[in-house]
């Protein structure tokens, strides 16, 4: 079982500059906003501004930036209640809710989990990856869960017919592919889209057939019904503003949709999952 120790947070403050309604709430503590540490940090800082300026705004009250350096970092300060709002893959959210935190919503855009190949590679199905090594990143990953199980259910078993290449985030991943490092890379559709085109096109996706609901938000019970329920509003909002069709089109993620029964019945397995993995650890 892992230490549960909280770690070192990369807190990154970008706060739009000063607005009359800061003045007259300084007393207010910042809302802390985190996202899960799937690509490199200045990748999400590029990707999330615009969502976290537009909170700023809305709420007229700041909003802080937080990821961490690592996937347990994240999981370990969710789970002890470290967020106010989090962007979180959709295990680890359901687990969130289990304890401190309400589900609001979850990208439109499907998750999807992708092997990423040279434009050139000749690797085109399951079976091809016999032999070959995939760079992923954290073995608590969703789609890492997702990929090792389809490709066992191939008939390629991890250490086997195949060699992991641990990396630290999903764009790492892609980049190792991309540089020839590794015969593939795991990431997701929205991941490798939110990468510089030049990299992009250096690449293709091998599509896994596996989709699910993608990165869930949740807020803190603590910040109470009434402003939990100002941030799910600001949230639905926010793709019809020119920044939220902006952030939407450059992610991928094309909106926000409600969390469904049926989308948590389908995750409870991998969540299961997870839970047993560590508790081998």
């Known amino acids: 079982m892992r230490r549960r120790i909280l770690p070192w947070l990369v807190c990154l403050s970008m706060l739009v500059g ?6 007259q709430q300084e ?19 590029n990707t999330y501004r615009p969502l976290q300026q537009y909170l700023t705004t809305v709420l007229g009250r700041p909003v802080e ?3 961490a350096p690592s996937f347990e970092g994240f999981v370990d300060t969710l789970l002890a209640g470290g967020y106010d709002i989090a962007i979180s893959p959709p295990h680890f959210a359901v687990m969130a809710t289990e304890k401190y935190y309400v ?13 990423v190949v040279r434009a050139a590679s000749k690797l085109n199905k399951p079976e091809d990856f016999r032999g070959k090594r995939i760079a992923m990143a954290d073995r608590s990953a969703f789609i890492r869960l997702v990929t090792v199980q389809w490709l066992a259910d191939h008939g390629l078993e991890a250490g086997r017919d195949y060699q992991i290449d641990e990396r630290p985030n999903h764009g790492a ?28 096109q250096q690449v293709r996706a091998i599509g896994t057939g596996q989709r699910f609901a993608h990165l869930f938000t949740v807020a803190h019970r603590r910040l109470g019904e009434t402003d939990i329920a100002r941030i799910k509003q600001a949230l639905l909002a926010f793709p019809d503003t020119a920044e939220g069709r902006q952030f939407m089109e450059k992610s991928a993620f094309k909106g926000y949709e409600e969390i469904s ?3 948590l019945r389908a995750l409870k397995p991998y969540v299961d999952r997870y839970r047993r993995m560590e508790v081998g650890r």
């Open 173 to 200: 991943s892609i980049s190792a592919a991309a540089m020839g490092e590794v015969d593939a890379g795991l990431a997701t559709f929205t991941a490798l889209r939110q990468l510089p085109a030049d990299l992009q």
């Open 103 to 115: 589900p609001l919503l979850h990208y439109q855009t499907q998750l999807e989990p992708v092997l």
């Open 261 to 263: 029964a049926e989308e």
């Open 27 to 45: 007393a207010v503590s910042p809302l802390r906003l985190a996202v899960h540490p799937y690509a490199s940090t200045l990748a999400l800082i």
């Open 65 to 67: 930036f937080y990821t």
């Open 18 to 23: 000063s607005l009359p309604a800061f003045a």
